[in-house]
């Protein structure tokens, strides 16, 4: 597969995902920032619990 074939098959599929406007309805942008925070919270817990020796 040549680099214009993959390029033109890149630029179709982005062209059909313009007519949707890529949100999903059951989608919460709120819910999912905020899930996001907390995993990252969670996860800097974690690292700073196996991380006492500083």
Do not use: C
């Not at 680099?3 to 949707?20: M, P």
């Not at 942008?29 to 996001?36: C, D, E, N, S, V």
């Amino acid at each position: 597969m040549s680099f214009h074939s993959t390029a033109a098959q890149l630029v179709t599929l982005a062209a059909e995902g313009e007519e949707h406007g890529g949100n999903h309805e059951s989608l919460n942008p709120l819910l999912i920032g905020g899930g996001a925070f907390i995993a990252l919270m969670l996860l800097l817990w974690v690292t700073t619990l196996f991380n006492r020796d500083r």
